[in-house]
C-alpha cells in the first residue's frame, strides 16, 4: 500500500531563511506528487505537482520540489521565507489503484519567526 | 481561486439530525472527492465518485452517503450526526489521476 510519511509536525524558520520541508513516499510505481497548502479555515490550494518529466518542478509563491525517486522524496523548498507562508502544508501522492485516491501525509505546519 | 464551489460555508446541527453538504465541481471534472478534515488533522478520505459511481470509499461508516449527478456536482449525505462529526468537510474535483482542485469547505458542527 502506498503512504507519505512528513517528517516534522511543525517547523520554524526566520523570516528571510530557507524553508524546507520534507516528504517520503513508498510506492511500487512511479508515482504523482502534489504539495498542497491550507491557511487557517480554508481549503487545500495546490502548490506544485510532479507526474512526469523534469524532477525539480517550481510552483505558486516561490517554492518548488525535486522529486527523487532513489530517495523516494518530494521535499518542498523555498528559498527565503515570507511571513505570509505561514500555513500548514500537506503532501499528497495519487495513489495508482482504480480510482486514484489521493493518500496524504499528516502534514506540517510551517511557522515563520520575524 | 479554484471553481469548486461548497454550500453551506458552515453550519451548526444538533446531535441526532442529518445533513446534506454540496459542491459544484470544476468545469469538465468527472471525478469527486469528499473528504473530512477534523481540527488540527490532514484530511480523511470518505469517498470518491466517478461518472455517477461511487468508485472507492475510506472508513467511514454507512451513514456518510453521497449521490454525483449528471452534471458532476456532488452531495454528502450525514445522517444520525454524532458530536464527532464536527470538522472541516472538503470537496475535491479531478480529471483522472491529475491534481485535484478543493473548495473552501463546509465547516460542520454538531452540538
Known amino acids: 500500500a502506498q503512504s507519505v510519511t512528513q517528517l516534522g509536525s511543525h517547523v520554524s524558520v526566520s523570516e528571510g531563511a530557507l524553508v524546507l520541508l520534507r516528504c517520503n513516499y513508498s510506492?511500487?510505481?512511479?508515482?504523482?506528487l502534489f504539495w498542497y497548502v491550507q491557511y487557517p479555515n480554508q481549503g487545500l490550494q495546490l502548490l506544485l505537482k510532479y507526474t512526469t518529466g523534469a524532477t525539480l518542478v517550481k510552483g505558486i509563491n516561490g517554492f518548488e520540489a525535486e522529486f527523487k525517486k532513489s530517495e523516494t522524496s518530494f521535499h518542498l523548498t523555498k528559498p527565503s521565507a515570507h511571513m505570509s507562508d505561514a500555513a500548514e502544508y500537506f503532501c499528497?501522492?495519487?495513489?495508482?489503484?482504480?480510482?486514484?485516491?489521493?493518500?496524504w501525509g499528516a502534514g506540517t505546519k510551517l511557522i515563520i519567526k520575524p | 481561486e479554484t471553481g469548486v464551489t461548497q454550500s453551506p460555508t458552515h453550519l451548526i446541527k444538533t446531535r441526532g439530525q442529518q445533513v446534506t453538504l454540496r459542491c459544484s465541481s470544476q468545469?469538465?471534472?468527472?471525478?469527486v472527492s469528499w473528504y473530512q478534515q477534523a481540527l488540527g488533522q490532514g484530511p480523511q478520505f470518505i469517498f470518491q465518485?466517478?461518472?455517477?459511481?461511487?468508485?472507492g470509499r475510506g472508513n467511514f461508516p454507512p451513514r456518510f452517503s453521497g449521490l454525483q449527478f449528471p452534471n458532476y456536482s456532488s452531495e454528502l449525505n450525514v445522517n444520525a450526526l454524532e458530536l464527532d462529526d464536527s470538522a472541516l468537510y472538503l470537496c475535491a474535483s479531478s480529471l483522472g489521476p491529475l491534481e485535484a482542485f478543493f473548495g473552501q469547505g463546509t465547516r460542520l458542527t454538531v452540538v
Open positions: 499528497a501522492v495519487r495513489g495508482m489503484d482504480s480510482n486514484y485516491q489521493l493518500i
Open positions: 468545469s469538465g471534472h468527472n471525478t
Open positions: 510506492s511500487s510505481v512511479p508515482p504523482y
Open positions: 465518485y466517478y461518472r455517477e459511481e461511487e468508485n
